[in-house]
């Protein structure tokens, strides 16, 4: 069982920047898979972006360019660096971990609120 817990959300005016982190419970060394989600209200949960074990990375087209995902094994730590944000960013954002790199849904955290103003 992996506990998956994330913090750094809140409120940011557009074009701010906001760094969301998410703690396991393990170690991360060996899981394959570390992303994050978002749901905004209204609408279905989204991949925001994922990473693999070896580093390799993707992310959804509405946020290349603006976050970055990394993740620090030795601190079982994923981050998302969120820069440029939107008003249509606004959204609950959740840790997810999980065999598959590229869709990594075995495990979720309890997820944070993020909120951009325009």
């Known amino acids: 069982q992996v506990q998956l817990v994330e913090s750094g959300g809140g409120l940011v005016q557009a074009g701010g920047s906001l760094r969301l982190s998410c703690a396991a419970s393990?170690?991360?060394?060996?899981?394959?898979?570390m992303g994050w989600y978002r749901q905004a209200p209204g609408k279905q949960r989204e991949l925001v972006a994922v990473?693999?074990?070896?580093?390799?990375?993707k992310y959804a087209d509405s946020v290349k360019g603006r976050f970055t995902i990394s993740r620090v094994n030795a601190k079982n730590t994923v981050y998302l660096q969120m820069n440029s944000l939107k008003p249509e960013d606004t959204a609950v954002y959740y840790c997810t971990a999980g065999s598959s790199w590229s869709s990594p849904l075995d495990y979720w955290g309890q997820g944070t609120q993020v909120t951009v103003s325009s």
């Open positions: 393990i170690s991360i060394f060996n899981i394959n898979g």
């Open positions: 990473i693999s074990r070896g580093g390799s990375t």
